[in-house]
């Protein structure tokens, strides 16, 4: 273990991101237990749950909490307020749950309307004056980005933040983190960067796996051997432009899905646990090996995530980037302690979606899903696009048979042919899935998505 800038003996052992969008996960106090199994260091929330910072009470694992999208706006302009939350959320488990960051949001830039974006670092700066006054002075505060908060990161010298934030948002928070030692919480996901171009980026980069493929900066000379080493410098450089070199990157999420659509690219088992265990492998190496641009750095982190989380919207693999599934079995075999030779792990079932799927693909209602919820999607489907459900009205070629299973599966179908191509997913808050098996029949074609 090392020191970080406070001084404070810092581990570079990862840590583990404990999402709960799932209606079948396990109760806390268990989820603690398979945390500890998992020889996590640290653990994440997406918030203050009483019952998972009572259950994390008494044990070692460091704890990040998070301040929820919704109330950045009061949390910014309303101190009471804020003094308010950490009252609550805070001081009834501070000591003895070890809370050690406290994160303001959650991919803010990426996922609020623009109006919350200016009261972001108000709402950072504010939560750390309650802190103070209430006499927590151990507890950083941050908030996670996503990568597109650049503008450009290739090549990584070249990483720059948006013109739009960079002024009046990127450098008033790099000047807080620096000011209050805190560190740059990014969220780095190589697989969609890799899933978004497979033909010019190479999956082994990705993976961490390549032997000889390497990408040169040609504005340093730094040698690139992995996309996880790319991405981190861009924003290393980005943060150098505005004129913070020494503001040190946590990793507030990182990981690769163990499944996903039929339509999704990579996203299986045999992928999930290559570089999920190569990214432990490369962040506990000692001495640490840090990146390119930050030689010898340590890099702190949580994986994503905990579960396989079935309410999650969205495309499919963001239902599963678990290392467990809901019942508290491994997905595959991993130690985030680096400690555990990797032929002592079971072997890893073959990838089979390395190469994009080609063919046909239908969107059909799941079994055993609730009827009211089905309808209610039904008719939302049928709503949008032009002459979306016309065959499943009475006297249409699908209006037989009368059934609520047929007609939902021929609208999710229908829509998702239509809107697919603008972000449109089959999924309909868990009440559809993908299908490459023809739902056709008799003289009732169900439209298709075609790859």
């Known amino acids: ?123 950072m700066r504010n939560v ?25 990161s290739f090549p990584p010298s070249n990483g720059a933040f948006r013109k739009d934030i960079a002024g009046p948002i990127m450098k008033p928070m790099l000047k807080f983190l620096d000011r209050t030692k805190s560190f740059f919480f990014l969220d780095v996901y190589p697989f969609f960067a890799w899933a978004s171009d497979p033909t010019d980026i190479n999956l082994q980069y990705a993976l961490f796996e390549s032997k000889n493929i390497t990408v040169n900066d040609s504005g340093t000379g730094l040698v690139y051997t992995n996309l996880f080493d790319q991405m981190v410098d861009a924003v290393y450089f980005g943060m150098k432009r505005l004129g913070y070199p020494k503001i040190r990157i946590f990793i507030a999420e990182t990981g690769w899905p163990n499944n996903g659509d039929i339509d999704q690219i990579g996203a299986n088992v045999y ?44 495309l499919g693999t963001e239902r599963h980037f678990g290392l467990l599934y809901p019942n508290g ?36 209602a799941a079994r055993g899903t609730n009827k009211t919820a089905v309808a209610s999607a039904l008719s939302y489907a049928c709503s949008q696009g032009n002459n979306t459900c016309d065959p499943i009205r009475p006297g249409g070629g699908c209006f037989k048979p009368d059934s609520l299973y047929w007609h939902a599966s021929y609208a999710f179908s229908s829509y998702w042919a239509q809107f697919r191509k603008s972000g449109g997913t089959c999924y309909f808050d868990g009440l559809a899935t993908q299908t490459a098996k023809d739902p056709s029949y008799g003289s009732c074609k169900f439209p298709s998505v075609t790859l």
Request: proline share 9%; net charge positive.
């Open 271 to 314: 992928n999930a646990a290559t570089y999920n265990r190569n990214f432990v492998k490369k962040v506990t190496t000692k001495p640490p090996v840090g990146t390119p641009a930050r030689p010898g750095s340590i890099l702190p982190s949580f994986i994503f995530s905990l579960y396989n989380e079935n309410q999650k919207p969205g």
């Open 329 to 364: 079995s491994k997905v595959y075999d991993i130690d985030l302690s680096g400690k555990t030779p990797e032929s002592e792990f079971r072997a890893l079932p073959a990838p089979d979606n390395n190469t994009p799927y080609k063919g046909k693909i239908w969107c059909v």
């Open 128 to 152: 750390k004056r309650s802190l103070r006054s209430l006499g927590i002075n151990k507890v950083k505060v941050g908030t996670p980005s996503a990568m597109d908060v650049l503008e450009s």
């Open 1 to 123: 273990m090392l020191h970080a800038r406070t001084g404070a003996v810092f581990s570079p052992q990862p840590g583990i991101c404990y999402g709960q969008l799932g209606n079948n996960l396990p109760p806390p106090r268990k989820s603690v237990a398979l945390i500890k199994s998992l020889k996590a260091k640290r653990v994440k929330i997406y918030d203050a749950t009483p019952a998972i910072l009572h259950a994390l009470r008494n044990t070692t694992l460091q704890v990040s909490i998070m301040v929820p999208n919704q109330i950045i706006f009061n949390v910014s302009t309303n101190k009471t307020f804020s003094d308010e939350w950490v009252r609550n959320n805070v001081v009834p488990f501070y000591p003895h749950t070890l809370i050690r960051y406290l994160l303001v949001g959650n991919e803010v830039i990426s996922s609020t309307n623009n109006d919350t974006w200016q009261h972001l670092v108000p709402a």
